[in-house]
């Protein structure tokens, strides 16, 4: 009997930190199948490693190799939200962080090829799924969400990479004055709601508020685009570092004050209890993945950028401007002034 960890389509973001923690703890009982972005350096030289290219048809292939490999005893762990594509007598349990793959979203932000993978995926998912494979998710609004969605029952068993994926060398430590005022640590998918928040610091910029903010988004999406228009529009205090290991991620929470998290759609939030273990305060949208996980400092609206950037003003102890209204004699007596009333 051994372990199996399926996992040819993680390489990136939170799926690749909590893999990364997963395979520095494989043994020689293991076999792993990776994507080959994946770094495999760090596992035990005994664990046996077979490395999938980012292809449709070598995706194809690696679940032939799992279906070959493995028996009744074993246990499989498909760690990229699928269930086998072939039917698997092995104790196979499915760990889902995907929110797209069930219930109701709006794709038409995303390009062509993603919704016509994600639409690929979902049908996988519903289709593939067999009534002896366990799913895992990591929270309880998950696990509500996809029983009212496909009727699939799951267990809740939240894991955090604890401080694997260090970077190999350099030294992190905590500087004196941290640098930035908050940070978002995120990919640019549509539902990181990077939009929006850009928008809360422009509407911060015209009242004279312009905070420090650190980004990690990819330097070759169209985020990033948008990052670097508003920046030179509004004057907006913003560094995107593209896309960080986990160590390097560490140290941009130690050289921040405090996390903004904007996203609408979360199967964890890994950066919410990332900032919570390290102490940061947090503003967050008032949705439920955010309090499966943590209480955060500050809520707000993620599809207002103004109860965002009222929150990042609460934060920081700076008054927002209210309307003051007057009485009606004084109201008439503007309007028939002559020039601005």
């Excluded at 199996?4 to 389509?9: G, L």
């Excluded at 219930?103 to 067999?130: A, V, Y």
């Excluded at 503003?283 to 109860?307: G, H, I, M």
Aim: a neutral charge; glycine letters at 6%.
């Amino acid at each position: 009997m051994g372990l199996i960890i399926h996992a040819p389509n993680v390489h990136q973001g939170g799926g690749r930190t909590l893999l990364n923690a997963l395979l520095a703890c494989a043994d020689q009982s293991t076999c792993c199948v990776v994507d080959e972005r994946m770094p495999t350096n760090k596992i035990d030289p005994g664990v046996v490693i077979c490395s999938i290219k980012p292809t449709l048809i070598d995706r194809f292939k690696a679940e032939v190799l799992l279906a070959k490999n493995a028996k009744f005893g074993d246990t499989v762990l498909c760690f990229g939200n699928l269930p086998p594509l072939i039917k698997s007598p092995a104790s196979v349990k499915v760990f889902l962080q995907n929110r797209y793959l069930f219930g109701k979203h709006d794709f038409s932000s995303f390009s062509i090829p993603t919704r016509l993978r994600l639409q690929l995926e979902r049908w996988w998912f519903r289709t593939r799924m067999q009534v002896h494979y366990t799913i895992i998710v990591q929270s309880l609004t998950m696990q509500r969400e996809l029983k009212k969605s496909l009727g699939f029952d799951s267990i809740v068993l939240p894991f955090s990479a604890a401080g694997t994926d260090q970077p190999d060398s350099g030294n992190h430590d905590i500087p004196e004055t941290k640098e930035f005022d908050f940070v978002y640590v995120s990919s640019a998918e549509p539902h990181k709601n990077h939009a929006a928040l850009l928008d809360a610091w422009a509407i911060l910029a015209d009242q004279g508020v312009r905070p420090n903010l650190a980004l990690t988004v990819s330097e070759s999406s169209p985020v990033a685009q948008l990052i670097e228009r508003s920046k030179n529009t509004h004057g907006l205090k913003i560094t995107n570092f593209g896309t960080l290991q986990h160590g390097d991620v560490q140290a941009l929470y130690a050289n921040s004050k405090a996390l903004i998290f904007p996203s609408k759609l979360e199967s964890f939030g890994l950066p919410l209890l990332e900032a919570q273990q390290l102490g940061m305060p947090i503003l967050a949208p008032e949705l439920d993945y955010v309090r499966d996980v943590v209480e955060p400092n500050e809520t707000f609206n993620a599809d207002s950028p103004t109860s965002m950037a009222r929150a990042v003003m609460r934060h920081m102890n700076i008054e927002s401007a209210k309307s003051q209204p007057i009485c009606a004699a004084e109201f008439l007596a503007r309007i028939q002034e002559t020039g601005q009333v």
